[in-house]
């Protein structure tokens, strides 16, 4: 098959990964991709934000399958772009999309739905601003409505920094004051073809940028899964996806498909697990980053297969996925100064020999060539992912080959998957 993947980062050279483990030999496109991702697919120089621009390299070169795997280009109305030239896209349409794209949307859908989440307060006006953290008190939680790039979330105690936090980005749009929730973290994908959806294998992420969840938010520093500690109050695994699918996915998935904007792709359910109580935290309309890196290395069913079925609308004609009883660890390098003003261009060693450790796979972020070497090109520069029999194992694979690949500035956490070793 002929596949077209937009993007430039981790998710994106996972996404490659697999399905270049296939035996069917596809052909893989990644635009615009990066260095890395380059000795698994060709790369196109291409804006994926730029709707005409996608839907014409769709057409020219052939696609069969155009897999959008950033946010940024749902929200634009690319996957619209693509349908328009009649060829099979997973991603939602610009409407759907706005789950990710607007949180007091996905607020008001899951409310629809009779969803479980916390409370929130929509603040339009400095004015809405104090009333709403009186209201719903700290630790206090504070988003930007639109897109951040992982940036617009703020959690802190400190009144002071929580209202600087919503004013600055009440110059852009309006915010979201919500309540705390406590319990663990968990992140769960489900593939939809606009009126099914199946499940994916749960992860859970890292979001602060230092170890013992301490420092500012990133876009994530690191994953694992399975997520072991779900039996506790689960059983187990399959349990645990069973009820987020029956009260959370498919409520919401119908509620979308009722309002006349069926959801076609990728619904990443942020979620607060506090014994057998989950909530929704937020949602994603695409793969997430760094679980895509740690949940796709298990699987053991054709993603291209599961991927077709969502846009063409036929998931009941595919078998369900299939996982590894494997684990899998992620620990994510990043550039000095992120994730305020990442240093960039420093070398990064040792990637062959970091892949050629057993279990040891280098997804890359940000990266890129210069003189024959690569180098750092953003914020989040690569991921380190480990694979093995239990969790420690991978976790021990990770970090040796975290070892071999330290750029100068490297920033790492070094709990990983710690907690549950």
């Known amino acids: 098959m002929r596949i077209l993947i937009l993007g430039s980062g981790a998710r994106e050279h996972a996404i490659a990964l697999a399905l270049a483990r296939e035996a069917a030999g596809h052909h893989v496109v990644v635009a615009p991709g990066n260095a890395l991702i380059g000795r698994v697919a060709t790369l196109l120089p291409l804006d994926p934000t730029d709707p005409a621009a996608v839907a014409a390299a769709a057409a020219e070169t052939g696609a069969e399958l155009v897999v959008v795997g950033p946010e940024a280009p749902l929200i634009a109305g690319v996957a619209d772009a693509v349908h328009e030239r009649g060829v099979p896209v997973f991603g939602p349409d610009r409407a759907a999309a706005q789950l990710e794209g607007s949180k007091a949307f996905a607020k008001r859908i899951m409310a629809a739905a009779g969803v479980p989440t916390g409370r929130a307060r929509d603040v339009l006006t400095v004015d809405d601003l104090d009333p709403a953290l009186d209201e719903l008190g700290a630790p206090h939680v504070v988003k930007a409505d639109g897109l951040a790039a992982g940036k617009g979330v703020l959690v802190t105690d400190d009144r002071a920094a929580a209202r600087a936090h919503a004013l600055t980005w009440l110059e852009r749009g309006p915010v979201l004051v919500e309540e705390h929730l406590g319990g663990r973290e968990a992140s769960l994908f489900f593939v939809s073809d606009g009126t099914r959806c199946v499940p994916l294998s749960p992860?859970?992420?890292?979001?602060?940028?230092?170890?013992?969840?301490?420092?500012?938010?990133?876009?994530?520093?690191?994953?694992?899964?399975?997520?072991?500690?779900?039996?506790?109050?689960?059983?187990?695994?399959?349990?645990?996806?069973?009820?987020?699918?029956?009260?959370?996915?498919?409520?919401?998935?119908?509620?979308?498909?009722?309002?006349?904007?069926?959801?076609?792709?990728?619904?990443?359910?942020?979620?607060?697990?506090?014994?057998?109580?989950?909530?929704?935290?937020?949602?994603?309309?695409?793969?997430?980053?760094?679980?895509?890196?740690?949940?796709?290395?298990?699987?053991?069913?054709?993603?291209?297969?599961?991927?077709?079925?969502?846009?063409?609308?036929?998931?009941?004609?595919?078998?369900?996925?299939?996982?590894?009883?494997?684990?899998?660890?992620?620990?994510?390098?990043?550039?000095?100064?992120?994730?305020?003003?990442?240093?960039?261009?420093?070398?990064?060693?040792?990637?062959?020999?970091?892949?050629?450790?057993?279990?040891?796979?280098?997804?890359?972020?940000?990266?890129?060539?210069?003189?024959?070497?690569?180098?750092?090109?953003?914020?989040?520069?690569?991921?380190?992912?480990?694979?093995?029999?239990?969790?420690?194992?991978?976790?021990?694979?990770?970090?040796?080959?975290v070892e071999r690949v330290r750029f100068d500035g490297a920033q790492v956490r070094g709990d990983i998957a710690e907690d549950v070793r």
């Not at 014994?275 to 699987?299: C, K, M, S, Y």
């Not at 990266?367 to 992912?385: K, N, S, Y």
């Open 203 to 401: 992860a859970q992420d890292y979001k602060r940028l230092r170890d013992g969840d301490t420092g500012p938010n990133t876009g994530g520093m690191g994953a694992f899964s399975p997520l072991p500690w779900l039996e506790e109050a689960f059983g187990d695994e399959a349990a645990f996806v069973d009820h987020v699918r029956t009260a959370i996915a498919e409520p919401v998935l119908a509620r979308l498909s009722k309002e006349g904007t069926p959801f076609v792709g990728l619904l990443y359910c942020g979620l607060i697990v506090d014994g057998r109580d989950v909530r929704v935290i937020e949602f994603n309309a695409r793969f997430g980053d760094p679980e895509t890196q740690v949940v796709l290395p298990r699987l053991e069913t054709p993603l291209s297969e599961l991927l077709l079925a969502a846009a063409r609308g036929t998931l009941d004609a595919v078998p369900a996925p299939r996982f590894s009883e494997d684990a899998a660890v992620g620990v994510v390098l990043a550039s000095a100064g992120y994730p305020d003003e990442p240093e960039l261009g420093a070398a990064i060693p040792g990637v062959d020999d970091a892949e050629a450790l057993e279990g040891v796979t280098v997804v890359s972020a940000a990266v890129r060539e210069a003189d024959g070497a690569f180098v750092t090109a953003g914020g989040r520069v690569l991921t380190v992912v480990g694979t093995a029999p239990t969790l420690a194992e991978a976790r021990d694979r990770a970090y040796a080959g």
